[in-house]
């Protein structure tokens, strides 16, 4: 069953159109990465599908009771500041702000879910330690572990490897799909590296401020326009 | 000794406990404000109290009932426009704040002449606390307090990351508001004693002091309350046994608790 559609989805911004006519669907369970280049339209696609921002023309259709505020949203990294005071801990445990409700404090049970995400993302032991002085693999799991409180669902990655070392970029496309496998989580993965795309996700969205193409993998790879993309190295 | 001394003058009383409560408040909403890059804010705020504070005492009004509402519109306008607007934040702020101290000015000069009424509006004054008034910053004080507290978890989830908190259903404008307005009550409270120009130091001093030690952001907030107290108490306690006035003398000791605490800092993180 449908999770989530595009009908015919334009986004624009002071009139000008920006994105046009993105028109696909995704089943529980599928990864789908949203490929393409700077300015193409991905950042907007991401802020549409968060509800942050509402299309010009079309809809976006939640399925299988999911909201929009419900999505484990993983932003791409921003200047955060340096010096920012905020231990792993207080990070993940603020994904459990949606399910707080009117509720004014987390309750035991908020607790307990962060301190098993922590643990599923390997940085239990990191708990107490401030987030600034980690490296940039062990931040992208600790903001992974603050997704996955904010959602049973859907996760939504904006580039989440961008800037990590060969190591730790394996390390989290192995974590996200093993998210995906086992809990099935749908998961909507934006990324530059369409080589590692196509290797992980089962469906690809390739964007050029309109709809350049939608379907599997398998097809995907088939395309010209990913015989273009993809360059020399055709598999 | 001294200090019983002290405590036996009604007005000191008062001073001392509206002083605690103001310092409390803006050093919890200090460690927002410093994150989020709003220092400013509490400075901007505080010109438009001596304007308001200058108005209110021409048309002989209460002083608080007027410079309240008018700062926490002036809050709220602020932070529109530094959001919206094509001016952007810090410019917004100087131009609200240099226009409401000349607004100020104009009309005290018009009054009462440039007396020493400027001078206390300025950098503060002890005396300048009726019973009333010191009831008045109480309760506002604890609402303060008590809002902080309630909304702790949402504060932080909007101080740290903003969009993530958004795209999770937080209406982080309502609590971008909710500090601004806070903030703006706490100025006003405060200004008095410390002074228009000094009040902006007791937001932005106890949290930068707290973050040269404290690297979560629970530890910041409760260091930053201490030592903003512990600051206040010394700064009075200086003021009355060295007969310095009580806004510099707090700000004073405020700066020795900044050198102290980035020594240790650097100590602790070895940088």
């Given at each position: 069953?449908?999770?989530?559609?595009?009908r015919d989805a334009t986004f624009a911004y002071d009139g000008e159109d920006v994105l046009e006519n993105v028109d696909f669907t995704l089943n529980a369970g599928d990864y789908l990465c949203v490929v393409g280049e700077n300015g193409s339209g991905k950042s907007t696609l991401i802020k549409g599908l968060l509800g942050l921002k509402a299309p010009r023309s079309g809809k976006i259709v939640m399925g299988e009771g999911l909201r929009s505020t419900e999505i484990g949203y993983l932003p791409q990294q921003t200047q955060l500041q340096k010096d920012f005071p905020a231990s792993v801990r207080e990070v993940v445990l603020s994904g459990r702000?949606?399910?707080?409700?009117?509720?004014?404090?987390?309750?035991?049970?908020?607790?307990?879910?962060?301190?098993?995400?922590?643990?599923?993302?390997?940085i239990d032991d990191l708990a107490g330690r401030c987030y600034?002085?980690?490296?940039?693999?062990?931040?992208?799991?600790?903001?992974?572990?603050?997704?996955?409180?904010?959602?049973?669902?859907?996760?939504?990655?904006?580039?989440?490897?961008?800037?990590?070392?060969?190591?730790?970029?394996?390390?989290?496309?192995?974590?996200?799909?093993?998210?995906?496998?086992?809990?099935?989580?749908?998961?909507?993965?934006?990324?530059?590296?369409?080589?590692?795309?196509?290797?992980?996700?089962?469906?690809?969205?390739?964007?050029?401020?309109?709809?350049?193409?939608?379907?599997?993998?398998?097809?995907?790879?088939?395309?010209?326009?990913?015989?273009?993309?993809?360059?020399?190295n055709r598999t | 000794m001294m200090l019983a001394e002290m405590l036996s003058y009604p007005f000191l009383v008062r001073a001392l406990v509206v002083g605690v409560l103001v310092s409390l408040c803006s050093s919890l909403l200090g460690v927002s404000l410093v994150l989020k890059r709003y220092s400013m804010i509490g400075d901007g705020l505080s010109h438009v109290g001596f304007g308001a504070l200058a108005v209110a005492t021409a048309f002989n009004v209460a002083p608080l009932a007027v410079a309240v509402p008018?700062?926490?519109?002036?809050?709220?306008?602020?932070?529109?426009?530094?959001?919206?607007?094509?001016?952007?934040?810090?410019?917004?702020?100087?131009?609200?704040?240099?226009?409401?101290?000349?607004?100020?000015?104009?009309?005290?000069?018009?009054?009462?002449?440039?007396?020493?009424?400027?001078?206390?509006?300025?950098?503060?004054?002890?005396?300048?606390?009726?019973?009333?008034?010191?009831?008045?910053?109480?309760?506002?004080?604890?609402?303060?307090?008590?809002?902080?507290?309630?909304?702790?978890?949402?504060?932080?989830?909007?101080?740290?990351?903003?969009?993530?908190?958004?795209?999770?259903?937080?209406?982080?404008?309502v609590y971008n508001m909710l500090i601004a307005v806070l903030t703006a009550v706490t100025v006003v409270l405060g200004m008095r004693m410390m002074g228009a120009l000094?009040?902006?130091?007791?937001?932005?001093?106890?949290?930068?002091?707290?973050?040269?030690?404290?690297?979560?952001?629970?530890?910041?907030?409760?260091?930053?309350?201490?030592?903003?107290?512990?600051?206040?108490?010394?700064g009075m306690l200086c003021s009355y046994a060295l007969e310095l006035p009580t806004g510099p003398a707090v700000v004073a000791v405020n700066m020795l608790a900044f050198g102290a605490f980035a020594l240790a800092g650097r100590l602790k993180h070895g940088k």
């Amino acid at each position: 069953m449908a999770i989530l559609e595009c009908r015919d989805a334009t986004f624009a911004y002071d009139g000008e159109d920006v994105l046009e006519n993105v028109d696909f669907t995704l089943n529980a369970g599928d990864y789908l990465c949203v490929v393409g280049e700077n300015g193409s339209g991905k950042s907007t696609l991401i802020k549409g599908l968060l509800g942050l921002k509402a299309p010009r023309s079309g809809k976006i259709v939640m399925g299988e009771g999911l909201r929009s505020t419900e999505i484990g949203y993983l932003p791409q990294q921003t200047q955060l500041q340096k010096d920012f005071p905020a231990s792993v801990r207080e990070v993940v445990l603020s994904g459990r702000l949606n399910s707080l409700g009117r509720g004014l404090f987390y309750t035991r049970a908020d607790r307990a879910a962060a301190a098993a995400n922590m643990e599923r993302m390997g940085i239990d032991d990191l708990a107490g330690r401030c987030y600034q002085e980690l490296s940039g693999g062990q931040q992208q799991r600790v903001l992974l572990a603050r997704a996955m409180c904010a959602t049973k669902k859907l996760l939504l990655l904006d580039e989440p490897v961008t800037g990590l070392d060969p190591v730790a970029q394996n390390e989290m496309y192995n974590l996200i799909k093993l998210i995906n496998l086992c809990d099935g989580i749908t998961v909507i993965m934006v990324s530059h590296d369409i080589h590692e795309a196509v290797r992980y996700a089962t469906h690809i969205l390739h964007l050029g401020n309109r709809q350049l193409f939608f379907g599997t993998s398998a097809e995907y790879k088939q395309s010209d326009l990913a015989r273009r993309f993809l360059g020399g190295n055709r598999t | 000794m001294m200090l019983a001394e002290m405590l036996s003058y009604p007005f000191l009383v008062r001073a001392l406990v509206v002083g605690v409560l103001v310092s409390l408040c803006s050093s919890l909403l200090g460690v927002s404000l410093v994150l989020k890059r709003y220092s400013m804010i509490g400075d901007g705020l505080s010109h438009v109290g001596f304007g308001a504070l200058a108005v209110a005492t021409a048309f002989n009004v209460a002083p608080l009932a007027v410079a309240v509402p008018v700062v926490v519109v002036s809050a709220v306008l602020l932070l529109r426009l530094s959001q919206n607007s094509r001016i952007k934040g810090d410019a917004a702020i100087a131009m609200i704040s240099s226009g409401a101290l000349a607004v100020g000015v104009i009309v005290i000069s018009l009054t009462t002449g440039m007396n020493t009424d400027v001078s206390n509006y300025m950098f503060g004054s002890i005396l300048s606390l009726s019973t009333a008034d010191a009831r008045f910053s109480a309760v506002l004080s604890a609402a303060v307090l008590a809002l902080f507290i309630l909304f702790y978890p949402r504060i932080f989830a909007v101080t740290f990351d903003e969009t993530f908190a958004r795209a999770t259903g937080t209406r982080t404008g309502v609590y971008n508001m909710l500090i601004a307005v806070l903030t703006a009550v706490t100025v006003v409270l405060g200004m008095r004693m410390m002074g228009a120009l000094l009040i902006s130091s007791l937001i932005i001093f106890p949290p930068l002091s707290a973050m040269r030690v404290c690297r979560t952001f629970k530890s910041v907030v409760i260091c930053s309350a201490v030592d903003s107290v512990a600051c206040f108490a010394a700064g009075m306690l200086c003021s009355y046994a060295l007969e310095l006035p009580t806004g510099p003398a707090v700000v004073a000791v405020n700066m020795l608790a900044f050198g102290a605490f980035a020594l240790a800092g650097r100590l602790k993180h070895g940088k």
